[in-house]
C-alpha cells in the first residue's frame, strides 16, 4: 500500500474509498514523494522516511510524525496543528510558513 501511496492524488483517492479509517503509513518509504496539499491529517507517520518529500500546504493536523525522517523535506505551509513531530528529523527542512501550534516538538532535530 505504502509504495503507491505517493502522491496527492492517490492519498486522495484512499481518502475517499476509506471515509473514517486512520490513514496508517507508520515506517513507510516516502522518500522524494510528491504530497504537496495533501491530506494526511491524524495519520500514523510514525518512524516513516519522508526526506526529500514535498509536503508543501500539506494538512498533517494531528499526525503522528514521531520519529520520522523528514531531513530536506518541504513543509512550506503546512499545517502541522496539534501534530506530534516528537524525535523527528527536521534537518535543513523548509517550514517557512507551516503551522506549529500546539505541536509536539521534543527531542526533535531542528538543525538547519
Known amino acids: 500500500m505504502t509504495s503507491t501511496l ?3 492524488e492517490t492519498v486522495a ?7 473514517r479509517k486512520i ?3 507508520r515506517g513507510a518509504d516516502l ?6 496539499e495533501a491530506d494526511l491529517s ?5 518512524g516513516a522516511s519522508l526526506n526529500g518529500a514535498d509536503l508543501s500546504e500539506a494538512d498533517l493536523s494531528e499526525a503522528d510524525l514521531s520519529e520520522a525522517d523528514l531531513r530536506g ?11 506530534d513531530l516528537s524525535e523527528a528529523s527536521l534537518y535543513r ?5 507551516a503551522n506549529l501550534r ?6 526533535a532535530d531542528l538543525r538547519e
Do not use: C, M, V
Open 6 to 8: 505517493r502522491t496527492t
Open 13 to 19: 483517492a484512499w481518502r475517499r474509498e476509506h471515509p
Open 23 to 25: 490513514l496508517n503509513l
Open 73 to 83: 523535506a518541504s513543509l512550506r505551509g503546512a499545517d502541522l496543528s496539534r501534530a
Open 93 to 97: 527542512a523548509s517550514l517557512n510558513g
Open 102 to 107: 500546539e505541536a509536539d516538538l521534543s527531542r
Open 31 to 36: 522518500r522524494e514523494a510528491s504530497l504537496r
Open 42 to 46: 491524524e495519520a500514523d507517520l510514525r
